[in-house]
T-cell receptor
Framework: DGGITQSPKYLFRKEGQNVTLSCEQNLNHDAMYWYRQDPGQGLRLIYYSQIVNDFQKGDIAEGYSVSREKKESFPLTVTSAQKNPTAFYLC?????????????FGPGTRLTVL | AQSVTQPDIHITVSEGASLELRCNYSYGATPYLFWYVQSPGQGLQLLLKYFSGDTLVQGIKGFEAEFKRSQSSFNLRKPSVHWSDAAEYFCAVGAGYSNYQLIWGAGTKLIIKP
């Protein structure tokens, strides 16, 4: 079954702790993305990666970090520097065809800071 | 600046009634346009997309959308809604060949009256 998996589905964190969200895809897509979603708002881009070992900051990268050591995996770390991390986080992947083709999404991780 | 506007935060329609969700974009070049749907607590699913050609695009679940360049619009329609269509709908614009990002609208929440 092809697709994008995100884990865990729900995550609770104490203030001051770093936490890592997992995103794995078996679509063999080159590009991967992390978005943050808050109630009543659209998606805001945190980081994206078009190839392995390369990634770029999106609009709201402060307080987040990523790595792309394998094509299939694009984990997101929410650091203690992120002032308001409680949100729904979505990972997406896209086959790079030379144009903004379809992004396919995982089921999301809801992070709550206690 | 590039932007996507979904003027309606919420829309309520009766089951069996027709639906139109509005999307307006601001983008200088030929846009690549997408509609996604999100059920509560879930990831986003692609409904349909427009890249070129016929300006009336058919999607999944009986949805269609029409690209009107003169009005900078890409409105989503369905002739008869079902209770299962209750969800949030997002319009997005793909920003050109060299930029692999999507610009997102804030979403429209569809409520179905029985």
């Amino acid at each position: 079954d092809g697709g994008i998996t995100q884990s865990p589905k729900y995550l609770f964190r104490k203030e001051g702790q770093n936490v890592t969200l997992s995103c794995e895809q078996n679509l063999n897509h080159d590009a991967m993305y992390w978005y943050r979603q808050d109630p009543g708002q659209g998606l805001r881009l945190i980081y994206y990666s078009q190839i392995v070992n390369d990634f770029q900051k999106g609009d709201i990268a402060e307080g987040y970090s990523v790595s792309r050591e394998k094509k299939e995996s694009f984990p997101l770390t929410v650091t203690s520097a992120q002032k308001n991390p409680t949100a729904f986080y979505l990972c997406a992947a896209r086959l790079t065809s030379g144009r903004p083709d379809t992004q396919y999404f995982g089921p999301g991780t809801r992070l709550t800071v206690l | 600046a590039q932007s996507v506007t979904q003027p309606d935060i919420h829309i309520t329609v009766s089951e069996g009634a027709s639906l139109e969700l509005r999307c307006n974009y601001s983008y200088g070049a030929t846009p690549y346009l997408f509609w996604y749907v999100q059920s509560p607590g879930q990831g986003l699913q692609l409904l349909l997309k427009y890249f070129s050609g016929d300006t009336l695009v058919q999607g999944i679940k009986g949805f269609e959308a029409e690209f009107k360049r003169s009005q900078s619009s890409f409105n989503l329609r369905k002739p008869s809604v079902h209770w299962s269509d209750a969800a949030e709908y997002f319009c997005a614009v793909g920003a050109g060949y060299s930029n692999y990002q999507l610009i997102w609208g804030a979403g429209t929440k569809l409520i179905i009256k029985p």
